[in-house]
Nanobody
Framework: QVQLVESGGGLVQAGGSLRLSCAAS???????MGWFRQAPGKEREFVAAIRWSGSTYYADSVKGRFTISGDNAKNTVYLQMNSLKPEDTAVYYC?????????????????WGQGTQVTVSS
């Protein structure tokens, strides 16, 4: 079992920044960590992912604004979100994947955190 705990969500004005953190109880049997988000009435969508080796992946909608990074010593990944827009408002979920390959689908992850709310006001 891998427990994931997210933190760092909140309310911010458009153009502002937030940093989300996701602490994993352990890295065993995980290859990559990802961030997804889900707005009310919408499907969960991929935001970014990082392999523990350092490779990163981003959704087109956040490229150039969001940065994913990891601290292997702390089993923690971060999502730095800059130039936030109202359409970034959602519950953000951290997830862990045991697979190599693309990380854009929720089905590629087998552990999920509880989520943290991000609200961007206009």
């Amino acid at each position: 079992q891998v427990q994931l705990v997210e933190s760092g969500g909140g309310l911010v004005q458009a153009g502002g920044s937030l940093r989300l953190s996701c602490a994993a109880s352990r890295r065993a049997f995980t290859v990559a960590m990802g961030w997804f988000r889900q707005a009310p009435g919408k499907e969960r969508e991929f935001v970014a992912a990082i392999r523990w080796s350092g490779s990163t992946y981003y959704a087109d909608s956040v490229k150039g604004r969001f940065t994913i990074s990891g601290d292997n010593a702390k089993n923690t990944v971060y999502l730095q979100m800059n130039s936030l827009k109202p359409e970034d408002t959602a519950v953000y979920y951290c997830a862990a994947s045991p697979y190599y390959g693309s990380y854009s689908m929720p089905s590629q992850y087998n552990y999920w955190g509880q989520g943290t709310q991000v609200t961007v006001s206009s």
